[in-house]
């Protein structure tokens, strides 16, 4: 059985990157197809994955192609249409109302908030990452003195438009941080190192205690607040991006009126569910692992929802770079969801309508209420 509803079913991806939009050899798009931060073996290809095959299954007959065209097929295709062509394609038709537009990532190299939204017809609010925020005032010269109050400026001046913030935390010094607000006195001496350190070109911030200086300013502004957790590239130690590792952050900030948002997840997503039900501001997404897990995307989304409220799961694709990972976002996620639901009514008697009403609620709805996001012209989730 299947949920003809579910086809229907509005999307905000809570969470997601802006595309590409030049032409792509072979080697350039494998490399949006992985985690991984160099090409595979001599002799294999990142088609030969979970995403590589639903590619072929699902994004190869939406530019025009068969069913499990080949690697080779599938990408020669995708350079005679062209980047535009390919990105309206996979953009469009999926059910998207809402791309909350994370920033920060090679944001020079990516389409832009605006952008997006013309090639997707759908509404765009902007994410704000912090650590990104930091390091452009530091590339601009400013003084370890002036830095605090600038950045108060310059994320005040943000969060007028941006719905919400997002810290790399995990990436930079693992989610183990001490989980204190720290005091004025040791951020300004971090300060004084980290702009000391600091030459011509790209900067990097990793200091834990300007870190936490910049997710406890979020904090102070009560707007929700994304971290990533869980699986990425090598640049992360997997062991350390625990969501469990932020537990006594979450108790610091309980009554704060920020909410924390636990992007992907994967492999700790019964752990974050674990966060979201114990935790009131605590919300949760498998995003990432979606796209990554392919065939086996149901499984993951049943497991997330052992123990996530279902007023706390929210939906994201985390695409960046390939178009092909919102299509696919899209439709594994409505794939999934649907799996799991059936299998709910079929063994448990649920009822449709309740189904329908939590699929809307994940899908669109709690991300509406949490950034603060306008209804459909319904006035439903759904």
């Given at each position: 059985?299947?949920f003809?509803w579910?086809?229907?079913?509005?999307?905000?991806?809570?969470?997601?990157?802006?595309?590409?939009?030049?032409?792509?050899?072979r080697?350039?798009?494998?490399d949006?197809?992985?985690?991984?931060?160099?090409?595979?073996?001599?002799?294999?290809?990142?088609?030969?994955?979970?995403?590589?095959?639903?590619?072929?299954?699902?994004?190869a007959?939406?530019?025009?192609?068969?069913?499990?065209?080949?690697?080779?097929?599938?990408?020669?295709?995708?350079?005679?249409?062209g980047a535009?062509?390919?990105n309206?394609?996979?953009?469009?038709?999926?059910?998207?109302?809402?791309?909350?537009?994370?920033?920060?990532?090679?944001?020079?190299?990516?389409?832009?908030?605006?952008?997006?939204?013309?090639?997707?017809?759908?509404?765009?609010?902007?994410v704000?990452?912090?650590?990104?925020?930091?390091?452009?005032?530091?590339?601009?010269?400013i003084?370890a003195?002036?830095?605090?109050?600038?950045?108060?400026?310059?994320?005040?001046?943000?969060?007028?438009t941006?719905?919400g913030?997002?810290?790399?935390?995990?990436?930079?010094?693992?989610?183990?941080?001490?989980?204190?607000?720290?005091t004025?006195?040791?951020?300004?001496?971090?300060?004084v190192?980290?702009?000391?350190?600091?030459?011509?070109?790209?900067?990097?911030?990793?200091?834990?205690?300007?870190?936490?200086?910049?997710?406890?300013?979020?904090?102070?502004?009560?707007?929700?607040?994304?971290f990533?957790?869980?699986?990425?590239?090598?640049?992360?130690?997997?062991?350390?991006?625990?969501?469990?590792l932020?537990?006594?952050?979450?108790?610091?900030?309980?009554?704060?009126?920020?909410?924390?948002?636990?992007?992907?997840?994967y492999?700790?997503?019964?752990?974050?569910?674990?966060?979201?039900h114990?935790?009131?501001?605590?919300?949760?997404d498998?995003?990432?692992?979606?796209?990554?897990?392919?065939?086996?995307?149901?499984?993951?989304?049943?497991?997330?929802?052992?123990l996530?409220?279902f007023?706390?799961a929210l939906?994201?694709?985390?695409?960046?770079?390939?178009a092909?990972?919102?299509?696919?976002?899209?439709?594994?996620?409505?794939?999934?969801?649907?799996?799991?639901?059936?299998?709910?009514?079929?063994r448990?008697?649920?009822?449709?309508?309740?189904?329908?009403?939590?699929?809307?609620?994940?899908?669109?709805?709690?991300?509406?209420?949490?950034?603060g996001?306008?209804?459909?012209?319904?006035g439903?989730?759904?």
């Open positions: 059985m299947h003809e579910m086809n229907n079913l509005a999307l905000v991806d809570h969470h997601c990157h802006g595309v590409l939009e030049h032409d792509l050899d080697a350039g798009f494998e949006l197809i992985t985690e991984s931060d160099r090409p595979g073996p001599t002799g294999t290809t990142f088609f030969d994955t979970q995403l590589g095959f639903m590619i072929r299954r699902y994004c007959p939406i530019l025009g192609l068969p069913a499990f065209t080949s690697p080779e097929e599938y990408v020669a295709e995708r350079a005679r249409l535009i062509r390919v309206t394609r996979l953009l469009t038709g999926q059910g998207y109302d809402t791309l909350l537009i994370e920033t920060g990532h090679r944001g020079d190299e990516i389409l832009g908030p605006e952008q997006m939204g013309l090639r997707a017809g759908t509404q765009v609010a902007e704000v990452r912090l650590e990104r925020v930091a390091e452009e005032l530091v590339e601009s010269r003084s003195t002036d830095f605090r109050c600038a950045f108060a400026d310059e994320l005040d001046a943000r969060l007028r941006a719905v913030v997002k810290s790399i935390a995990a990436y930079r010094v693992g989610l183990d941080f001490a989980p204190e607000r720290p004025p006195e040791a951020v300004d001496d971090a300060l190192e980290w702009t000391k350190s600091y030459v011509d070109g790209t900067v990097r911030l990793d200091n834990p205690t300007i870190i936490r200086h910049l997710i406890w300013e979020a904090v102070d502004r009560s707007v929700p607040i994304q990533h957790v869980g699986y990425g590239d090598p640049d992360v130690d997997l062991h350390r991006c625990n969501p469990l932020l537990t006594d952050f979450l108790r610091l900030s309980r009554s704060s009126g920020a909410s924390v948002m636990l992007l992907h997840c492999p700790y997503h019964r752990e974050a569910g674990y966060l979201a114990c935790f009131e501001h605590v919300y949760a498998v995003g990432l692992a979606i796209n990554y897990t392919g065939a086996q995307a149901a499984q993951v989304i049943a497991e997330s929802l052992e996530t409220p007023h706390k939906f994201s694709s985390d695409a960046w770079g390939a092909e990972l919102y299509s696919l976002g899209a439709i594994l996620f409505r794939d999934g969801l649907d799996s799991v639901l059936n299998g709910w009514a079929t448990h008697g649920w009822p449709e309508d309740e189904l329908r009403r939590i699929a809307g609620m994940i899908a669109a709805g709690n991300a509406r209420r949490v950034y996001l306008a209804t459909n012209e319904t439903q989730d759904w």
